[in-house]
């Protein structure tokens, strides 16, 4: 579909108006649509899309615009019913609307309005939720499956429905350049399109209509054989763009040109009655809706990724239609650049070698070209050795693209999209397609300040950042996000616009609101860290009232321990943050009283599901009790309350065998339980008398799951002997029944760890192994040399960040002073 380049002579337009039919994101079809218009000059130009954004086109022409844009739409009273309308710098759509604004011609949208879309879209069945954006094989300008025709924007549902709204089962949707392909011999359809459209470039004096009339005629003829090929609401769809186009042409004469997708081109050039048209239209369902441009990604223009827009590869389309001349040997040494970017050895030979290859390919397949396939195949078999693993990256990177479109400020745009903008411009924050790393450290002001927004933009449901783990300290005073900004993500920004005008007055708001509507306690301790987190303050006392009423009236203990992590994490961030968290810490001590008194009754009868829920309960608290404040209640403090229920659980019967087994690690692990009396709780629990699933419980409690279990029977051979002797004895009709729980146990461990445990139960307890031998050897000794050990710490100190020197504790310490004292002693 190349046609002429502009100034090149061409014959005389045959009369209008011009039905220029297009395959959606083709930069084949946008070079001729081009070469078309340049042409015949037309007065108006007529496109494919929602009227209301007519207001908007002027904005195509500001010289902040940078497609990939998508024009969004959405119901002002509920902008989670939404539409995109997207274009990239190859769409047709967004070539002809440009010459239109340079050229000074008339230019419309001409689809059905957004307002019946979005209304259609509701009554359609099988609707989803915006999330899942629409993965239907069609959609508007520049969201169809690029195939010459779409059926309308990417609104959320994939059904039909009538004029009236009443909903209709989908029939057997046509593919056309599928039908078109199949009937040329071809397989794959996108082959097909890049032989005959792609890789066809005009010759001088070429018509630059011949391609367009060509495809007419195909589509007319399947529209022939198929009707509307089971998109029952295109039917609506054309009557109402026969209707604009006679509109324009009372307006401009004949002197129109139509940019729509090639399947429609059939039903504009038939002769209809104003009568008929305005039938199929009377009674359309309508809504309230408002629209704006908002950026858009080369990586949702993806079929894969997602978002039904119907082409594989933006990236490689981009580049056909960006590159001047020599497409093949700019795109390789694109690739080289990126592999060697990666630290990749590819060199000019490879690129030279990388051109010929794919020629060679084309040729031997019959292609005028190469396209895709012959470049990916040269790609894989001179620049990647072979291996699919760096190609990867240069499908990610370059096929498919992490292009991220701009738009200008003067975009309409919601009170809170410009407070937004505001902040990330602030904060040097700017979105962008690729993901990113983020390490914030929170005693930096602007670090707080990103960090603050990033988690009210969390609890308005604005998921541009997700938090994952610091790589570079495990202190509460560093955190670590993923960043990457999606299109959608305008959308849920336009919905949280209801809760206020700014992030933090929206955050507030939703935070309040989400505190008042919660039923389970652990959500409001939740909605609580979150609240710190974010800063903010005049949510907190609201949060904290329902925090107060739902743990007074909550009796389920496992309710409780549920809720209790999350404060305990509140409070370390309020002391890391400088935040006010009194209020906090007496209702955590609260619920640390309650759950000490109410958890050994809750842990008795309970089945194997119920006990292994329980043990993980279990080790939440006892996280908890090392992070809450240690005020002494009488002689005891909150942490030697908590040992003693440790105590109960390991010592009772009652209680299930993996709570039991969890208890006595977790007294080890903390000092308060001897060697021998660890050796006595597991002889006990596997005795003669002891069930072994109930044995093999208990053992999954003590060194089961990610406690370094492993490490703990690989030092202590005692304990490994009473687990193999136990092992060695079960019966063999009761083996089958424990294998599946001791497996689960031990295939959390390392594989080193599973080795040295194999090693050592197949030399047998008591035979000297490496640590023996190490103890023998020149300067190592069979003790700890103190003297030595103390010359360490400051060293350990320096390591960790804190100050030089035990008892560095003055009243500028650092919050996690005490924990880096800690970390020391036990490096010690």
Same mark, same amino acid.
């Given at each position: 579909m190349t046609g002429l380049s502009p100034g090149t002579p061409a014959a005389p337009p045959p009369p209008g108006p011009w039905l220029l039919g297009v395959r959606h994101h083709g930069p084949g079809s946008a070079r001729a649509v081009r070469a078309a218009l340049e042409a015949a000059r037309p007065r108006a130009v007529l496109i494919e899309g929602p009227p209301e954004a007519d207001g908007l086109l002027a904005l195509a022409a500001d010289p902040d615009m940078r497609p990939p844009v998508a024009l969004l739409a959405h119901v002002v009273d509920d902008p989670r019913r939404a539409a995109f309308w997207p274009m990239a710098a190859f769409s047709p759509e967004w070539v002809a609307l440009r010459w239109a604004l340079e050229e000074g011609a008339e230019v419309r949208f001409i689809d059905l309005p957004a307002s019946h879309s979005l209304a259609l879209g509701e009554s359609a069945p099988d609707t989803e939720p915006l999330s899942a954006t629409d993965n239907r094989p069609d959609g508007g300008p520049g969201n169809g499956p690029d195939d010459g025709r779409d059926n309308g924007p990417a609104c959320e549902g994939n059904g039909e429905a009538h004029p009236e709204g009443a909903p209709v089962e989908p029939a057997l949707r046509v593919?056309?350049?599928?039908?078109?392909?199949?009937?040329?011999?071809? /397989?794959?359809?996108?082959?097909?399109?890049?032989?005959?459209?792609?890789?066809? /470039?005009?010759?001088?004096?070429?018509?630059?209509?011949?391609?367009?009339?060509?495809?007419?005629?195909?589509? %007319?003829?399947?529209?022939?054989?198929?009707?509307?090929?089971?998109?029952?609401?295109?039917? !609506?769809?054309?009557?109402?763009?026969?209707?604009?186009?006679?509109?324009?042409?009372?307006?401009? $004469?004949?002197?129109?040109? !139509?940019?729509?997708?090639?399947?429609?081109?059939?039903?504009?050039?038939?002769?209809?009655?104003?009568?008929?048209?305005?039938?199929?239209?009377? $009674?359309?369902?309508?809504?309230?809706?408002?629209?704006?441009?908002?950026?858009?990604?080369?990586?949702?223009?993806?079929?894969?990724?997602?978002?039904?827009?119907?082409?594989?590869?933006?990236?490689?389309?981009?580049?056909?239609?960006?590159?001047?001349?020599?497409?093949?040997?700019?795109?390789?040494?694109?690739?080289?650049?990126?592999?060697?970017?990666? /630290?990749?050895?590819?060199?000019?030979?490879?690129?030279?070698?990388?051109?010929?290859?794919?020629?060679?390919?084309?040729?031997?397949?019959?292609?005028?070209?190469?396209?895709?396939?012959?470049?990916?195949?040269?790609?894989?078999?001179?620049?990647?050795?072979?291996?699919?693993?760096?190609?990867?990256?240069?499908?990610?990177?370059?096929?498919?693209?992490?292009?991220?479109?701009?738009?200008?400020?003067?975009?309409?745009?919601?009170? @809170?999209?410009?407070?937004?903008?505001?902040?990330?411009?602030?904060?040097?924050?700017?979105?962008?397609?690729?993901?990113?790393?983020?390490?914030?450290?929170?005693?930096?002001?602007? /670090?707080?300040?990103?960090?603050?927004?990033?988690?009210?933009?969390?609890?308005?449901?604005?998921?541009?950042?997700?938090?994952?783990?610091?790589?570079?300290?495990?202190?509460?005073?560093?955190?670590?996000?993923?960043?990457?900004?999606?299109?959608?993500?305008?959308?849920?920004?336009?919905?949280?616009?209801?809760?206020? %005008?700014?992030?933090?007055?929206?955050?507030?708001?939703?935070?309040e609101a989400e505190a008042v509507g919660a039923t389970v306690l652990g959500e409001i301790t939740a909605l609580a860290e979150r609240c710190l987190l974010a800063e903010l303050s005049d949510a907190l006392p609201v949060v904290m009232r329902a925090l107060a009423d739902r743990a007074a009236l909550d009796t389920d203990v496992a309710h409780l321990a549920q809720a209790l992590p999350a404060l305990a994490r509140t409070l370390r961030y309020g002391d890391v943050r400088g935040t006010e968290t009194a209020a906090l810490g007496e209702v955590a001590a609260g619920l640390a009283e309650r759950i000490c008194v109410g958890l050994p009754p809750a842990c008795t009868g309970l089945d194997a599901d119920g006990a292994t829920e329980m043990r993980r309960r279990v080790d939440d608290v006892h996280a908890a009790?090392?992070?809450?404040?240690?005020?002494?209640?009488?002689?005891?403090? @909150?942490?030697?309350?908590?040992? #003693?229920?440790?105590?109960?659980?390991?010592?009772?019967? #009652?209680?299930?065998?993996?709570?039991?087994?969890?208890?006595?690690?977790?007294?080890?692990?903390?000092?308060?339980?001897?060697?021998?009396?660890?050796?006595?709780?597991?002889?006990?629990?596997?005795?003669?008398? %002891?069930?072994?699933?109930?044995?093999?419980?208990?053992?999954?409690?003590?060194?089961?799951?990610?406690?370094?279990?492993?490490?703990?029977?690989?030092?202590?051979?005692?304990?490994?002997?009473?687990?193999?002797?136990?092992?060695?004895?079960?019966?063999?009709?009761?083996?089958?029944?424990?294998?599946?729980?001791?497996?689960? %146990?031990?295939?959390?461990?390392?594989?080193g760890v599973r080795r040295t445990l194999g090693e050592l139960v197949r030399r047998g307890p008591g035979t000297p192994g490496p640590a023996a031998a190490l103890a023998s050897a020149p300067g190592f000794a069979a003790g700890l040399d103190q003297e030595r050990a103390d010359a360490m710490e400051p060293l350990l100190r320096l390591l960790l960040g804190g100050a030089h020197g035990p008892g560095a504790q003055g009243p500028g310490a650092h919050p996690q002073q005490s924990d880096q004292d800690q970390m020391a002693g036990a490096v010690k």
């Open positions: 593919d056309p350049i599928g039908v078109l392909a199949r009937t040329a011999g071809y /397989d794959d359809p996108e082959a097909w399109w890049e032989d005959v459209v792609e890789h066809r /470039d005009g010759a001088p004096g070429a018509d630059p209509y011949g391609p367009f009339a060509v495809l007419g005629e195909a589509m %007319t003829a399947l529209r022939e054989a198929y009707g509307d090929g089971g998109h029952t609401r295109d039917l !609506v769809r054309e009557a109402y763009m026969r209707g604009q186009l006679r509109g324009a042409r009372r307006e401009f $004469g004949d002197e129109v040109a !139509v940019v729509c997708g090639a399947w429609h081109v059939p039903a504009l050039a038939a002769r209809t009655t104003v009568a008929a048209d305005r039938a199929l239209l009377k $009674g359309l369902p309508k809504v309230k809706a408002e629209l704006t441009w908002v950026p858009w990604t080369h990586r949702r223009l993806a079929r894969h990724s997602g978002y039904g827009a119907g082409i594989d590869s933006p990236g490689w389309y981009g580049h056909l239609f960006s590159a001047p001349d020599r497409p093949v040997e700019r795109w390789m040494t694109k690739v080289a650049g990126l592999l060697r970017a990666e /630290d990749r050895q590819v060199s000019s030979a490879h690129v030279i070698e990388a051109v010929r290859l794919a020629g060679t390919l084309a040729a031997m397949r019959g292609r005028p070209l190469p396209g895709l396939a012959e470049t990916t195949d040269a790609v894989r078999a001179v620049m990647c050795e072979g291996s699919d693993v760096p190609l990867a990256l240069v499908q990610d990177r370059l096929v498919v693209g992490d292009v991220l479109g701009e738009v200008p400020e003067a975009a309409p745009a919601v009170p @809170l999209q410009r407070d937004l903008t505001r902040a990330q411009r602030t904060l040097r924050l700017k979105p962008e397609a690729l993901e990113r790393e983020l390490e914030l450290d929170l005693r930096k002001e602007t /670090d707080a300040a990103r960090s603050r927004l990033l988690h009210r933009l969390s609890l308005l449901g604005i998921g541009w950042g997700e938090q994952s783990v610091s790589r570079g300290s495990t202190g509460t005073f560093r955190e670590s996000w993923r960043l990457r900004w999606e299109p959608e993500l305008s959308v849920r920004v336009a919905e949280a616009g209801v809760w206020g %005008t700014t992030v933090l007055a929206a955050a507030t708001a939703r935070a009790m090392a992070l809450l404040p240690q005020a002494p209640d009488g002689p005891l403090t @909150l942490r030697d309350r908590w040992a #003693s229920v440790l105590a109960r659980l390991a010592g009772r019967d #009652s209680v299930a065998g993996e709570i039991r087994g969890r208890a006595v690690r977790l007294l080890l692990d903390d000092g308060r339980l001897e060697d021998t009396e660890v050796e006595r709780h597991m002889g006990l629990a596997l005795s003669v008398g %002891t069930p072994p699933g109930e044995a093999a419980a208990w053992i999954e409690g003590f060194v089961g799951g990610a406690s370094g279990g492993g490490m703990l029977l690989v030092h202590d051979e005692r304990l490994l002997s009473l687990v193999d002797t136990w092992l060695t004895g079960v019966p063999a009709d009761a083996f089958t029944d424990v294998l599946p729980l001791l497996r689960r %146990t031990f295939s959390a461990y390392e594989p």
